[in-house]
């Protein structure tokens, strides 16, 4: 399965700023998603990245607060733009990555981002 | 709303005690998966349950999914501290859900040494 290096691991943020958060795959992967999980909560799907053009955003999300780029097959971003301390949250992102009927998902280590 | 129910939401038990924990929604799935959470990593997947009925063990967990595919359980024997995490279920989604995979609510599980 796949590899994928999320950085940062986690950060401190001033309310108000942005953070960008970089997701690497060491293989190329058809289908990213970035999911956000609120302290003691499941994972939240946000959007799914699509490599070429905007993302597909769940309902509940929008770009504006959310932005997110996929400028290759094995690369995203996810940017959390002016921050509150309702952000505060792990953020991860996951790959589907096998055939059309054999297929599985793995996730990166997340970011953990606390806004003060 | 979390299409599938997770309960319970938080079990603390002691090691070696047995548990089983459920995974409950109206819908009918073709597949379920179960992975589990350790605190700083991602998700990883357990099993993926196919069949109404059908029965999968790993080691000492044992997992089924019902026989109207609408709902899994659980079943941890001898629960070890290493068996702490959180455990999610969620459908394995279709090229009808566009692949997003949407996961239950969630129980947290807490093995005391």
């Known amino acids: 399965s796949a590899v994928i290096s999320q950085k940062p691991s986690r950060d401190i943020c001033q309310r108000g700023t942005s953070l960008t958060i970089q997701c690497q795959v060491d293989?190329?992967?058809?289908?990213m998603f970035w999911y956000r999980q609120q302290p003691g909560q499941s994972l939240t799907l946000i959007a799914t990245a699509n490599q070429g053009s905007e993302a597909t955003y769940e309902s509940g999300f929008v770009i504006d607060k959310f932005p997110i780029s996929r400028p290759n097959l094995t690369f995203s971003t996810l940017t959390v733009s002016n921050m509150s301390p309702e952000d505060s949250s792990i953020y991860l992102c996951?790959?589907?990555?096998?055939?059309?009927?054999?297929?599985?998902?793995?996730f990166g280590s997340g970011t953990r981002l606390t806004v003060v | 709303t979390q299409l599938l129910e997770q309960s319970p939401q938080f079990l603390s038990i002691q090691e070696g005690e047995n548990l089983t924990v459920y995974c409950n929604s109206s819908s009918v799935f073709s597949s379920l998966q179960w992975y589990r959470q350790e605190p700083g990593e991602g998700p990883v997947l357990l099993v993926t349950?196919?069949?109404?009925?059908e029965v999968k063990k790993l080691k000492r967990l044992t997992f089924q999914f019902g026989d109207a595919r609408k709902d899994s359980s659980l079943h941890i024997t001898a629960a070890q501290p290493g068996d702490t995490g959180l455990y999610l279920c969620a459908p394995l989604p279709g090229m009808d859900s566009s692949y997003k995979l949407i996961f239950g609510s969630g129980t947290r599980l807490l093995v005391r040494p």
């Open positions: 349950v196919v069949t109404g009925g």
């Open positions: 293989s190329q992967v058809t289908m």
């Open positions: 996951s790959v589907r990555q096998g055939t059309p009927h054999n297929y599985g998902y793995t």
